[in-house]
């Protein structure tokens, strides 16, 4: 399926969307001087500076915080990350929602923003290089704008597994005896990249008679999938044990595989199921209530325009929204987004039943 296509077809359905997803990172250290708790107001104090700004996401991890920092300075804006999980940023902003700390919020992806903009968090706001992203990608009404397409993706260890050998779908992993408890199984979902797989299953098996809307062999496969996987302990890192074998599949973002291939000297292998892959749309928005709303204006403008989506595309292997970014990304970028079938999904439906699949996994079936 064309991905402009289905992206145009997927935001008409987003007009009524409850916070669901996120993005994709899902590491919860915290980039900023403000409390790790994303769910506790933050202590952030706005500095002075006109061009102060504090800026809530999901996508500062591999370095992106630091470069756009280093970057935005020499623009002359000062900033303050809060990083979190995308669900767990979705959480704080509505928190917030009367006494708002951020200025703006980026990555995540549109049925987050679909649901802020419904709650009256977002400052409307077309920035100058708007017309530039892929039609249909956009928030018609100028509340949030894209920037990056992100792919989820069940990858492995090339050095272990090929097309003939690795897995041909993420059900294979828990059907298949030769691969129980060689993949990475979820033991939190705060993430957007969890979330994401979560639907891209579960949508398989819509029953409306069903409980949240899932039949009853739909929740069997969920039970499975977190039963017969490798549940890490806390501070492992997914990618080490894909690299040393300890759990070598499991589900990455497509812009988080080309920095862990360098670090790790592991090439991931990419599963391509004939059902397609879950695509998330990287959204940014200023959050209504900024303190420095001209600076949040700029910011966005400077930080979503082709020149520097570019850059960001190159140094951090992402699929730009931005067509003139795109149009300068690198082959790899351009073959990957080619090979690969997007998922249809009803984002709406995953929107309106997420937290509640969330809670019943976390109460039900962790094993």
Partial sequence: MNFRKSMITVTGLMLTLTVF??????????????????????????????????????????GRGDWLKEKAAAQGF???????????????????????????VFGLSTVDYEGFKTQGLLEKFKPTWSDEITAGLNDKEDYYHSLVKQAILLIYNSKLYDENTAPKDWTDLWKKSEFQNKYDAPSAFGGGTIRAVLAGILVRYQDPNGEYGISKA???????????????????????????????????WSSGIATREEKYGVKAGIVKPSIGVPFVVEQIAIVKGSKNLEAAKQFVNW????????????????????EKALATASKDIKDLEASLKVQNIDWAFVAKNMNKWVEKIQLELLP
């Fill in 78 to 104: 000062k900033l303050e990350f809060v990083e979190a999980g995308g669900g767990d940023i979705a959480n704080r902003l509505i928190a917030e929602k009367n006494n708002p700390v951020a200025d703006v």
């Fill in 21 to 62: 997803l996120a993005g994709c990172g899902s590491n919860p250290s915290a980039n900023t001087s403000s409390s790790n708790n994303p769910s506790t107001p933050s202590a952030i104090t706005k500095k002075e500076d006109s061009k102060s700004l504090v800026v809530y996401s999901n996508s500062l991890s591999d």
């Fill in 303 to 322: 930080f979503g325009s082709a020149e520097v989506q570019s850059e960001w595309s190159k140094k951090f292997t992402t699929m730009p929204a931005n």
């Fill in 218 to 252: 739909g929740w069997d496969e969920i039970k499975n999938y977190l039963k017969n996987g490798y549940h890490a302990a806390q501070g492992e890192d997914f990618y080490a044990n894909l690299a040393s074998g300890k759990s070598p599949l499991g589900p990455m």
